[in-house]
């Protein structure tokens, strides 16, 4: 059974600093695309950036651009999201996901964490 | 960037309707599209990918149509369990880009 688990969340000031992981189970690691998905509260997803299954490519959303940062850990099973320079704007709940298809960024996303809260408030 | 447009934004029906829900890209990407139920509190589920393509264990009550820039996700008779927000997600190229959601309540 595939089991992504998200930690890191919290409370953190406006300007400061968070780094996300996400320990993954049950499926090769190594051989799947990863994503971040953020939501808002009472708002929709919006994603956010994905890696590939080597970490040789890397996409990001506008709104993250510069400031987060994703990578992986094929040794450990983990994903990351390094979040620097944090705004009101990125309080959200942050899933991490897992591509469907082994080798390729063309899948949709087919399982998913349950998601960590990250609140950004002085 | 693909932008992803969804209507309606909400949707009120009975159970035993049969419902709708259109996406439209900005540009074309193919059968590049998916399809995802949420309920309040809990992650998202992938229902339909490549645009028409059931995903294992998903009700064959749910169907995706569509390619290029036009897409539907039909619900042929709804049941309890499908009252949720869904969203259409494009994969064919990066950034990827959600739609803003359809809230399908009771009527």
């Known amino acids: 059974e595939v089991q992504l688990l998200e930690s890191g969340g919290g409370l953190v000031q406006p300007g400061g600093s968070l780094r996300l992981s996400c320990a993954a189970s049950?499926?090769?690691?190594?051989?799947?695309?990863l994503s971040w998905v953020r939501q808002a509260p009472g708002k929709g997803l919006e994603w956010v950036s994905i890696?590939?299954?080597?970490?040789?490519?890397?996409y990001y959303a506008d709104s993250v651009k510069g400031r987060l940062t994703i990578s992986r850990d094929n040794s450990k099973n983990t994903l990351y999201l390094q979040m620097n320079s944090l705004r009101a704007e990125d309080t959200a709940v942050y899933y991490c996901?897992?591509?469907?298809?082994?080798?390729?960024?063309?899948?949709?996303?087919?399982?998913w964490g349950q998601g960590t809260l990250v609140t950004v408030s002085s | 960037d693909i932008q992803m447009t969804q209507s309606p934004s909400t949707l009120s029906a009975s159970v035993g309707d049969r419902v709708t829900i259109t996406c439209r890209a900005s540009?074309?990407?193919?059968?590049?599209l998916a399809w995802y139920q949420q309920k309040p509190g809990k992650a998202p589920k992938v229902l339909i990918y490549?645009?028409?393509s059931l995903e294992s264990g998903v009700p064959s009550r749910f169907s995706g149509s569509g390619s290029g820039t036009e897409f539907t996700l039909t619900i042929s008779s709804l049941q309890p369990d499908d009252f949720a927000t869904y969203y259409c997600q494009q994969y064919n190229s990066y950034p990827g880009t959600f739609g803003q959601g359809t809230k399908v309540e009771i009527k």
């Open positions: 890696i590939s299954a080597s970490g040789g490519t890397i």
């Open positions: 540009q074309s990407i193919s059968s590049w």
């Open positions: 490549k645009a028409s």
């Open positions: 996901a897992k591509s469907m298809l082994a080798g390729t960024l063309r899948a949709c996303l087919d399982n």
């Open positions: 049950g499926f090769t690691f190594s051989s799947y695309a």
